[in-house]
T-cell receptor, first 114, second 112 residues
C-alpha cells in the first residue's frame, strides 16, 4: 500500500543549483499534481498533469518544469534554484475521469535553498 | 489574493469547546473538500460535499456546503486534543481544469 511516494524527503541546495523531485503513484490515477506549501499560504499548485502525455501550469509555475514520464511518474525540476523556492513540496494524484475524486498526497519533500 | 479564504487562521481552544471554521469564495465550486494535515505528513481527506446546502457529519465534525456553492463550514463539537492539526478546504471549479484550489488553512490546537 505505497500510495504516493516522493523522493528525496529532504534536500539542501545552493542558489543556482538544479535538482529533480521524483514522484510515483501505484493507484492507477490519471491525474497528478505538484503543490508547494509555505507558512500561511496553504497549498499552491505549481503544475499538474490531467492525463499521461499532458501537463499544464498551475498558479505558481515560474522557475519549475515537469515531466509526466508515464502514468505512474511525475517529476518536478528546478533548473536554477532560488531562495524563494525554499518550501515543502507535495506530489498528489487522483481520479478525474469520469468523476473527480479524493486527492492522495505523498509525505512531502522539504527543500532549502541557501 | 486567495480564491478560497479560510477563517480563522489560528485557533487555540480547550478540550470540550465547540468551534467553527469557515471557507469563503466569490466563485462557484462544483464540489468542495476538507482535508486535515498533521506535521510532517500530507493532507488527508475528511469529506467531499457536492450539492448546495448539503450537510455531512463525521462523528463530532459537521460539514456544510453553502446553498450557492461558494462557501463551506466545518463545525467541531466537543473538541479533543486529537483534533489538533491544519484544516484545509479545497474546491473544484467547472472550468475544465481538473485541479483543486486550496484555501490558506486553519491551524487548530486543542489543549487538554
Amino acid at each position: 500500500n505505497a500510495g504516493v511516494t516522493q523522493t528525496p524527503k529532504f534536500q539542501v541546495l545552493k542558489t543556482g543549483q538544479s535538482m529533480t523531485l521524483q514522484c510515483a503513484q501505484d493507484m492507477n490515477h490519471n491525474s497528478m499534481y505538484w503543490y508547494r506549501q509555505d507558512p500561511g499560504m496553504g497549498l499552491r499548485l505549481i503544475y499538474y498533469s490531467a492525463s499521461e502525455g499532458t501537463t499544464d501550469k498551475g498558479e505558481v509555475p515560474n522557475g519549475y518544469n515537469v515531466s509526466r514520464l508515464n502514468k505512474r511518474e511525475f517529476s518536478l525540476r528546478l533548473e536554477s534554484a532560488a531562495p524563494s523556492q525554499t518550501s515543502v513540496y507535495f506530489c498528489a494524484s487522483r481520479w478525474t475521469r469520469p468523476n473527480t475524486g479524493e486527492l492522495f498526497f505523498g509525505e512531502g519533500s522539504r527543500l532549502t535553498v541557501l | 489574493t486567495q480564491l478560497l479564504e479560510q477563517s480563522p487562521q489560528f485557533l487555540s481552544i480547550q478540550e470540550g469547546e465547540n468551534l467553527t471554521v469557515y471557507c469563503n469564495s466569490s466563485s462557484v465550486f462544483s464540489s468542495l473538500q476538507w482535508y486535515r494535515q498533521e506535521p510532517g505528513e500530507g493532507p488527508v481527506l475528511l469529506v467531499t460535499v457536492v450539492t448546495g446546502g448539503e450537510v455531512k457529519k463525521l462523528k463530532r465534525l459537521t460539514f456544510q456546503f453553502g446553498d450557492a456553492r461558494k462557501d463551506s463550514s466545518l463545525h467541531i463539537t466537543a473538541a479533543q486534543p486529537g483534533d489538533t492539526g491544519l484544516y484545509l478546504c479545497a474546491g473544484d471549479r467547472d472550468t475544465g481544469r481538473r485541479a483543486l484550489t486550496f484555501g490558506s488553512g486553519t491551524r487548530l490546537q486543542v489543549q487538554p
